[in-house]
């Protein structure tokens, strides 16, 4: 009996998994297998909603396995140490797992390859499970990489993405390979009161159901505050319970300027993942300097904690911050409004509102956050790094009638129509009575403060 480990990571699903499918054609019997890394704990990327949503997917991966003869193994611990322990238990020759993308999957690929390699064991590392296109298969003349989106996406475009295939029907998995149990989400202390539902049948259905519903519209209406219009599935493709690769070919199969758009924001995620692959020093480091000497973190603590809470006086800001608090997501267009009051309004390091972010957000990772965040500071990869969304603008073009900032701000409701962006021109008793702090600082001044610094004035 051949026996070969599968390692679960960022993939947590059957459908069009290439690792499970190779092991599954090369050996008689796998492990599939996942670790709870303590180090990515130890580096505090361990957050509440997204351990809650993880178990989500542990169990409904191990439900989809057990459906098909199988059942998901789980440890904890060192990840090398583990899997090397699985194959010393199991007598497996090889591993597979799905390539990564920041310096710690790459670490992570490195050290297992040696590990096992020292032992007569063999790596696979698989391309095209989550990314359609691997980092680093397209790049331009004289670079490693693309540092602008629009000619990436154009030669993305044109890239032959590989066929998606299904699960697999049946799943041997060898008697002996202890397993942890699996977690459940009401475990986890400290999650999101609306946090989604996790898992693979979930994520299958919704993007079904969006296909069916949404898909279409998204050209026109995926900035649209109020209308929830997105797909919602940014978690799903962070925890790889969705394929990207079939995201892209179904979007296609159903055409139009919707799924074009739709297609289009794939990119943009796996534009981030080949900067991150590129420049891992990019989660941390200023893509390309500004030489910004933002605020202390003392000295503008007052209003980092206005922002995080939600109170800072501006109503589209703080309606999208709660909404983070509440739901551990956040509608894009409010990402960017909220990542730029602080950057660029506030002066505040961009490290700052990434860290929360991250805290929070269940589709939180390192490629798309760190750089969402650095483009929105102006030190990443916008041709524009100058440019400053005004927030009250933002909002009356995207929540023309107020009801996204009265479906999170309450003390606002009463206020009808667009005056809701606007609560400062109120005045004497209207204004008193609402329990709704002043702005925290005037975008007039935050700006010319934004331009002092950067040294455009």
Same mark, same amino acid.
């Given at each position: 009996?051949? +026996?070969?480990?599968?390692?679960?990571?960022?993939?947590?699903?059957?459908?069009?998994?290439?690792?499970?499918?190779?092991?599954?054609?090369?050996?008689?019997?796998?492990?599939?297998?996942?670790?709870?890394?303590? =180090?990515?704990?130890?580096?505090? /990327?361990?957050?509440?909603? %997204? &351990?809650? /949503?993880?178990?989500?997917?542990? %169990?409904?991966?191990?439900?989809?396995?057990?459906?098909?003869?199988?059942?998901?193994?789980?440890?904890?611990?060192?990840?090398?140490?583990?899997?090397?322990?699985?194959?010393?238990?199991?007598?497996?020759?090889? +591993?597979?797992?799905?390539?990564?993308?920041?310096?710690?999957?790459?670490?992570?690929?490195?050290?297992?390859?040696?590990?096992?390699?020292?032992?007569?064991?063999?790596?696979?590392?698989?391309?095209?499970?989550?990314?359609?296109?691997?980092?680093?298969?397209?790049?331009?003349?004289?670079?490693?990489?693309?540092?602008? *989106?629009?000619?990436? *996406?154009?030669?993305?475009? =044109?890239?032959? +993405? &590989?066929?998606?295939?299904?699960?697999?029907?049946?799943?041997?998995?060898?008697?002996?390979?202890?397993?942890?149990?699996?977690?459940?989400?009401?475990?986890?202390?400290?999650?999101?009161?609306?946090?989604?539902?996790?898992?693979?049948?979930?994520? &299958?259905?919704?993007?079904?159901?969006?296909?069916?519903?949404?898909?279409?519209?998204?050209?026109?209406?995926?900035?649209?505050?109020?209308?929830?219009?997105?797909?919602?599935?940014?978690?799903?493709?962070?925890?790889?319970?969705?394929?990207?690769?079939?995201?892209?070919?179904?979007?296609?199969?159903?055409? =139009?300027?919707?799924?074009?758009?739709?297609?289009?924001?794939?990119?943009?995620?796996? *534009?981030?993942?080949?900067?991150?692959?590129?420049?891992?020093?990019?989660?941390?480091?200023?893509?390309?300097? @500004?030489?910004?000497?933002?605020?202390?973190?003392?000295?503008?603590?007052?209003?980092?904690?206005?922002?995080?809470?939600?109170?800072?006086?501006?109503?589209?800001?703080?309606?999208?911050? %709660?909404?983070? @608090?509440?739901?551990?997501?956040?509608?894009?267009?409010?990402?960017?409004?909220?990542?730029? /009051?602080?950057?660029?309004?506030?002066?505040?390091?961009?490290?700052?509102?990434? @860290?929360?972010?991250?805290?929070?957000?269940?589709?939180?990772?390192?490629?798309?956050?760190?750089?969402?965040?650095?483009?929105?500071?102006?030190?990443?990869?916008?041709?524009?790094?100058?440019?400053?969304?005004?927030?009250?603008?933002?909002?009356?073009?995207?929540?023309?009638?107020?009801?996204?900032?009265?479906?999170?701000?309450?003390?606002?409701?009463?206020?009808?129509?667009?005056? +809701?962006?606007?609560?400062?021109?109120?005045?004497?008793?209207?204004?008193?009575?609402?329990?709704?702090?002043?702005?925290?600082?005037?975008?007039?001044?935050?700006?010319?403060? *934004?331009?002092?610094?950067?040294?455009?004035?």
């Amino acid at each position: 009996m051949t +026996v070969a480990v599968v390692l679960f990571t960022a993939d947590l699903r059957l459908h069009d998994h290439p690792p499970l499918r190779a092991a599954l054609a090369s050996s008689d019997e796998i492990v599939p297998l996942f670790v709870h890394d303590t =180090g990515i704990d130890a580096a505090g /990327f361990g957050a509440p909603n %997204r &351990r809650a /949503f993880l178990a989500d997917c542990l %169990r409904d991966l191990d439900t989809g396995l057990r459906e098909r003869g199988g059942r998901l193994v789980i440890r904890s611990g060192d990840v090398v140490a583990e899997v090397c322990r699985i194959v010393s238990e199991t007598g497996a020759g090889d +591993v597979h797992l799905a390539a990564g993308a920041s310096a710690y999957a790459r670490r992570r690929e490195e050290r297992l390859r040696r590990a096992l390699e020292s032992g007569g064991g063999r790596l696979h590392v698989h391309d095209g499970v989550v990314t359609a296109v691997a980092p680093g298969a397209v790049t331009p003349a004289g670079s490693d990489h693309f540092a602008v *989106f629009t000619p990436y *996406f154009r030669r993305w475009s =044109g890239e032959r +993405v &590989r066929d998606a295939f299904g699960a697999p029907r049946a799943v041997r998995v060898p008697d002996g390979p202890g397993s942890q149990d699996v977690p459940v989400r009401t475990a986890v202390p400290g999650v999101s009161a609306g946090l989604a539902e996790g898992g693979e049948q979930e994520a &299958r259905k919704r993007f079904t159901a969006w296909r069916r519903h949404g898909l279409a519209a998204y050209e026109d209406r995926h900035d649209d505050l109020p209308g929830d219009a997105t797909s919602r599935l940014s978690p799903h493709l962070h925890f790889g319970t969705l394929s990207p690769v079939e995201l892209i070919h179904r979007a296609r199969e159903a055409g =139009g300027a919707g799924a074009d758009a739709f297609v289009r924001q794939l990119c943009w995620r796996e *534009f981030h993942h080949q900067v991150l692959a590129a420049r891992p020093a990019a989660a941390r480091l200023d893509y390309r300097t @500004r030489h910004d000497h933002w605020r202390s973190e003392a000295g503008a603590a007052e209003d980092i904690e206005a922002w995080r809470q939600g109170r800072t006086g501006y109503p589209v800001v703080d309606a999208a911050m %709660r909404q983070l @608090r509440h739901e551990g997501w956040m509608h894009n267009r409010g990402r960017l409004l909220t990542a730029g /009051f602080l950057t660029k309004t506030l002066y505040v390091d961009w490290r700052v509102g990434a @860290r929360h972010f991250l805290d929070l957000l269940v589709d939180g990772d390192v490629a798309n956050n760190q750089l969402n965040w650095q483009w929105m500071a102006g030190t990443g990869t916008d041709s524009r790094p100058n440019r400053v969304l005004n927030p009250v603008l933002q909002a009356k073009r995207y929540d023309p009638d107020g009801d996204y900032v009265r479906r999170w701000v309450p003390e606002l409701a009463a206020l009808a129509g667009p005056a +809701v962006h606007e609560p400062w021109k109120l005045r004497g008793a209207e204004r008193a009575r609402l329990e709704y702090p002043a702005p925290v600082v005037e975008l007039a001044d935050g700006l010319a403060r *934004f331009k002092q610094a950067r040294g455009l004035e």
